[in-house]
């Protein structure tokens, strides 16, 4: 496969079949996207793989969570506040495709909030990861993450798997941390889903759009 058709076929997948994946596979994935650059080759990602009978013992953890409402606050403000345009139209935008693909009308709210809380169960997927950086790192290693983590999603297509990202996961930062059992010093940026997706899932459909380039690119030559 070339790197060209790996970008343009891997989007944000959000509903999985129920087909076990390897963790030999994975493990493999997450090691090569570690070719990924850094500033300073400081390679600031940690991550936790979660498959099998450890996604298993996860979900005992978590589910109990989700049906008591709980959630935590995050250590990081997911988006900035307020949220100005053209950032805020877009991430309507995104939104208001995704619940039309689902079905999901705007007013309803409580169907909305229903469908969102997939995110803290993986989208159902088999695997799944999770992704740490150190407390003392700041905005340049963090975008060190997000190379490694497009690397990650780029290899998944390869193998004929796919992902979806999510920041959602702060909201449960403790519950995560204290599950996977990491120092104090570690904080979670975002999870990833991990699956064969399920053709059939109409949300599995929603194609995002992109902004035009005259929005955000100055060429000087
Ligand atoms: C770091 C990161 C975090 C994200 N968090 C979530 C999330 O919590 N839940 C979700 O459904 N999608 C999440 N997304 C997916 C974005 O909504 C998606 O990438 C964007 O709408 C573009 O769509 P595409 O990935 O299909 O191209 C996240 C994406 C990134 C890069």
Redesign the pocket.
């Known amino acids: 496969m070339q790197v060209s058709e790996a970008v343009a076929a891997r ?2 997948t ?1 509903a999985f079949l129920d087909r076990p994946i390897e963790t030999a596979l994975l493990r493999d994935i997450l090691e090569r996207a570690a070719r990924a650059p850094s500033g300073g080759n400081l390679q600031p990602w940690h991550i936790h793989l979660l498959g099998g009978a450890g996604m298993e013992r996860f979900r005992a953890v978590m589910e109990p969570k989700l049906e008591a409402g709980h959630a935590d606050t995050p250590e990081y403000p997911i988006y900035p506040s307020p949220l100005a345009a053209p950032y805020r139209d877009r991430r309507f935008a ?1 939104g208001e495709e995704m619940y039309t693909r689902l079905g999901i009308p705007r007013e309803d709210k409580p169907a909305r909030l229903r469908w969102f809380q997939n ?1 803290w169960r993986f989208f159902e997927a088999p695997a799944g990861l999770f992704l740490f950086v150190d407390r003392e790192m700041g905005a340049a290693q963090w975008s060190d993450l997000g190379g490694y ?1 497009q690397t990650v999603m780029l290899l998944l297509v390869e193998a004929g798997l796919a992902s ?5 996961w702060a909201v449960h930062h403790k519950t995560v941390a204290s599950f996977c059992d990491v120092p104090e010093n570690l904080m979670l940026f ?1 999870g990833l889903a991990i699956g064969h997706p399920d053709p059939d899932a109409s949300v599995n459909a929603l194609a ?1 759009s992109r902004a035009p380039s005259n929005e955000w690119l100055t060429i000087h030559d």
């Open positions: 989007r944000s959000r995104v995110n983590l979806c990202p999510q920041e959602a975002c995002t």
